[in-house]
């Protein structure tokens, strides 16, 4: 009979931390507006759907933390982070800061490219031109479906050309 796992402080504090994230996601869906009574969805279903389905992720894990049984990789011996890897995380932070920072200038369309070149480099792309060319296409067939098709009014897909 093997020992009881006790818990680690860090897996059961990140596991408050997501279900603290969880609250503001709930917070945040329930100020959306409701949808005219015309509209039969309404713009708070998919965030809301969201909310549920990362709140049981985050009590789920939480609960397994709080048993000790929840998966890291740093006990596994063969595995260590990455070199680099702080580079990497700065590169997400970065493309996710262009993101908020770069929509009320350049638009969400040109925003999200340079977003999505940040993040490619933080899963080590080195092909900017590629990166550049994919961004390019995804952010304009993403705004093309939402503000054109769906009517979600976006704005310009770049701003100063229109």
Known sequence: MTAPLRPRPGP??????????VVLGVWQVEVIPDPPAFAAVGP??????????????AVLYLVFSLLGRSG???DDPHESPLPGRHARVAWMVGGL???????????????????????????DSRRWARDL????????AIWYLFDRQLGVQLGPFVPFLT
């Open 44 to 57: 708070a279903v998919m965030p809301r759907a969201l909310v549920i389905v990362l709140g049981v992720l």
């Open 12 to 21: 059961v504090c990140m596991g408050l931390a997501l279900v603290a994230l």
């Open 72 to 74: 890291d990789a740093v």
């Open 97 to 123: 800061a262009a993101l908020l920072a770069l929509t009320p200038l350049l638009g969400i369309g040109l925003a999200g490219v340079v977003s999505f070149v940040c993040i490619a480099r933080a899963f």
């Open 133 to 140: 060319i994919v961004a390019l296409l995804f952010s304009f």
